[in-house]
């Protein structure tokens, strides 16, 4: 990542305006319900036994890249995005970090522990992030998506890196979300009408979170 710093400070000498964490991993394969089946809920035992199939890897690999890495890219990069608040009058540098919605919501996530408690853990450092970094003009905000088709949410991906979902959701919406979802998300935070917008959280999930606030999944 100072490698990385370097290249682009030597590319961008007056500074950037902003920096997107996107990526992510789940690793929650041993006891997530479409791989794993789920426990009995009225057996303690059975609950036990299901989710102690996970591994001390899987937790630690998962909050390293979904947590760790999000502190580790903003506070090396803080400076080149200080540097690139004045590049354009009336405009501050942003960084934008992607968590999910299952780190707001309750229950296991279909099974995924350590990959919501993950999520949960961004969002809360972006807090700390935005709330650090306020006194340097650049903003910290998160986006916190519903189900995409991704690799992770799929299983696979074409030849343009592109997965596909095609079945009804049971969010209000009742589709999973689509590249211009996502991309108006992330172009409102990024562009001039989302320098009003410091410590928020946005949520493109086609209001999975209203009719499903402490689903079991």
């Known amino acids: 990542m100072r490698r990385l710093y370097k290249e682009i400070s030597e590319k961008e000498p007056q500074g950037i305006q902003l920096l997107v964490n ?23 035992q059975s609950i036990s ?9 899987a937790w630690s690999d998962t909050f390293r890249t979904n947590v760790g890495g999000i502190y580790i890219m903003s506070m090396t990069f803080l400076p080149l995005l200080a540097k690139g608040c004045s590049k354009t009058p009336g405009y501050t540098s ?3 970090n992607t968590t999910s919605i ?10 995924q522990f350590a990959y919501a408690s993950s999520k ?21 905000n998160v986006i916190a998506p519903g189900v995409f088709p991704s690799e992770m949410t799929t299983g696979e991906s074409d030849g343009d890196n592109k997965s596909v979902m095609d079945k009804e959701m049971s969010n209000p919406a009742g589709r999973p979300g689509k590249d211009s979802d996502m991309a ?34």
């Open 22 to 44: 996107n990526a992510g991993i789940a690793r929650d394969d041993s006891t997530k319900f479409s791989t794993a089946g789920e426990p009995d809920w009225e057996d303690a």
């Open 94 to 96: 942003s960084i934008i």
């Open 102 to 111: 299952s780190g707001a919501m309750k229950g296991s996530s279909s099974g």
């Open 184 to 217: 108006a998300t992330v172009l409102l935070l990024a562009g001039p009408g989302g320098v009003f917008y410091n410590e928020q959280i946005l949520y493109p999930d086609g209001g999975q979170t209203l009719v499903v606030p402490s689903s079991k999944t």
């Open 49 to 57: 036994e299901h989710f102690l199939k996970t591994s001390g890897d």
């Open 120 to 140: 949960a853990a961004a969002t809360h450092l972006s807090k700390m992030l935005a709330t650090t970094f306020y006194k340097t003009k650049v903003r910290v």
